[in-house]
Nanobody, 120 residues
Framework: QVQLVESGGGLVQTGGSLKLSCAAS????????MAWYRQAPGKQRELVAT???????NYATSVKGRFTISRDGAENTVYLQMSSLKPDDTAVYYC??????????????WGQGTQVTVSS
């Protein structure tokens, strides 16, 4: 079993910055892609950014140019640097990992979420 633990959320003013971290631990065989999702009150969970095992990144249009996803493979940690934050970025942010287990099967893991609130 793999656990994902997010940290770094909080309250920030419009235009501010935050950096989220997600550390994976447990019976990690191989982490493939990792991603950040978010869910605002009353809305569906949406993809924010992804990073593949080789480092290729993709971003939602709404955050492109403001957010940067990165990962430390040695530490099994993924980061989300968020800048120029807007009130619309307010949401619970979830870490996601797509992994291969010891039986060579694909499995998905989710973190518990961290709240990001951007005040106007």
């Amino acid at each position: 079993q793999v656990q994902l633990v997010e940290s770094g959320g909080g309250l920030v003013q419009t235009g501010g910055s935050l950096k989220l971290s997600c550390a994976a631990s447990g019976s990690i065989f191989k982490l493939n892609s990792m991603a950040w999702y978010r869910q605002a009150p009353g809305k569906q969970r949406e993809l924010v950014a992804t990073i593949a095992g080789g480092g290729t990144t993709n971003y939602a249009t709404s955050v492109k140019g403001r957010f940067t996803i990165s990962r430390d493979g040695a530490e099994n940690t993924v980061y989300l640097q968020m800048s120029s934050l807007k009130p619309d970025d307010t949401a619970v942010y979830y870490c996601y990992a797509h992994a291969t287990n010891a039986y060579f099967r694909y499995v998905s893991y989710w973190g518990q979420g961290t709240q990001v609130t951007v005040s106007s």
